[in-house]
């Protein structure tokens, strides 16, 4: 049984030592130093940076352009789009494509192995998903879209990230201050990378289910506060229903702040042919639609 084993036979689960240096490098100076520095026009910066990094960059350019392509764009925005994930500081791009298409691919097995499957508890998830990395013995089955693969731009990109964003960092101490630096950078990124953990792990345990997925380990759940907080990708049960839509919400409540953001680059003429759910078909086949339900932190 694959759902009994941590990772597929042959995969290897090692120790991700770039990713955990990395985090630490961010998180140390951001305890230390972060909660001194914090002023309210840091604070208001960083907000504007992450909605630029993270929401435009990382949600929309690379989670719904690069990987689930729910719209069309000129290389020039793809480029741009993919920059700015990169100064989100999570990572580089060709990484994360990988690691969502292994993740997406065992969710939708009827035996998913555990690494990919959230059965576990949060605080073993930190270590498994910050502290660890996969690697397949074979990248066939997951159908990466090799376009991606072989963008020059991309692959430089996953080769140089790091130092794009510590780039952005010096820049901020030398024009703004070491205290900027910290509050707009080191803490920025540390918020960004220990959210995206936070949301993708309560996104796969808790929340309310609209749609089940025939066949698939995880269906993923919708999770209000956290949809509205992460640019829409906290409604996870709508994205795993949806793959290939641009707009994560798919009812009146539902707050997706990454699709006005979507509506002004398709406004503005950069991004064209997007797909989203009620305006275009994007349901998966396996999708089916039922009433809501729930499921709290203690049923776990
Ligand atoms: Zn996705
Ligand atoms: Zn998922």
């Not at 009994?4 to 990713?19: A, E, N, Q, S, T």
């Not at 791009?93 to 097995?109: A, C, E, K």
Request: net charge positive; with cysteine; charged share 15%.
């Amino acid at each position: 049984m694959l759902a009994d084993r941590i990772v597929p036979p042959g995969d290897r689960l090692v120790v991700g030592w770039p990713k955990v240096c990395w985090l630490y490098l961010m998180l140390v100076p951001a305890v230390l130093w972060a909660p001194a520095a914090v002023s309210l026009p840091r604070a208001v910066a960083s907000v504007l940076l992450t909605f630029l990094t993270v929401g435009v960059g990382h949600s929309i350019g690379l989670h719904r352009g690069l990987i689930h392509r729910a719209y069309r764009c000129a290389p020039r925005t793809r480029r741009v789009l993919a920059y700015l994930a990169v100064q989100a500081g999570m990572g580089g791009p060709l990484s994360w494509v990988r690691v969502h298409f292994y993740r997406d691919y065992w969710q939708n097995q009827p035996d998913c192995p555990r690494y990919f499957a959230y059965r576990h508890s949060a605080l073993r998830d930190y270590f498994w998903n910050l502290h660890l990395s996969v690697h397949p013995a074979d990248d066939a089955r997951y159908e990466l879209p090799p376009d991606v693969l072989h963008d020059p731009w991309l692959r430089w990109l996953e080769r140089t990230w790091q130092w794009h964003v510590l780039g952005g960092i010096g820049l901020l101490a030398l024009v703004f201050g070491p205290e900027t630096a910290v509050v707009c950078g080191c803490a920025r990124i540390s918020v960004a990378i220990l959210g995206h953990w936070f949301v993708n792990y309560v996104s796969h345990s808790y929340g309310y289910v609209r749609y089940r997925i025939e066949r698939a380990t995880e269906s993923g759940y919708n999770n209000w506060l956290l949809g509205l907080l992460s640019f829409g990708e906290g409604l996870h049960n709508n994205h795993h229903a949806h793959p290939q839509s641009a707009k994560l919400s798919a009812a009146w409540y539902e707050v997706d702040l990454g699709w006005p953001a979507v509506r002004a680059l398709q406004w503005l003429g950069l991004i064209w042919d997007v797909q989203a759910v009620g305006h275009t078909p994007t349901q998966r086949r396996r999708a089916l639609s039922g009433p809501l339900r729930w499921r709290f932190w203690w049923q776990k």
